[in-house]
């Protein structure tokens, strides 16, 4: 059983930061990528930013030079530094996992609001 646990939303006026925390528990034995995506009220889920089991990146270009993704491995948590957000950043924020090693092998986490607004 892998359980996904997030942290660090939450009303931020624009210009502000923030940073979310996805830690993973459970029956783990591998992780490859660890990503972040977000979903705004009518729109599709889109993805934020990912890290390789390499340490490798990649961001939407929508948030490239304002967003940090990292991981640390010895905690298995994903972390998402943001800066310099903007009204458009609001949405609600989901962590992803990719464990090859277990049946279910991609996991979510239950979401975490950011809102951006004065």
């Known amino acids: 059983q892998v359980q996904l646990v997030e942290s660090g939303g939450g009303l931020v006026q624009p210009g502000g930061s923030l940073t979310l925390s996805c830690a993973a528990s459970g029956s783990i034995l591998v992780i490859n990528a660890m990503g972040w995506y977000r979903q705004a009220p009518g729109k599709q889920r889109e993805l934020v930013a990912v890290?390789?089991?390499?340490?490798?990146?990649n961001y939407a270009d929508s948030v490239k030079g304002r967003f940090t993704i990292s991981r640390d491995n010895a905690k298995n948590t994903v972390y998402l530094q943001m800066n310099s957000l903007k009204p458009e950043d609001t949405a609600v924020y989901y962590c992803n996992v990719d464990m090859p090693t277990t049946r279910q092998r991609y996991y979510w986490g239950q979401g975490t609001q950011v809102t951006v607004s004065s």
């Open positions: 890290v390789t089991g390499g340490a490798s990146t």
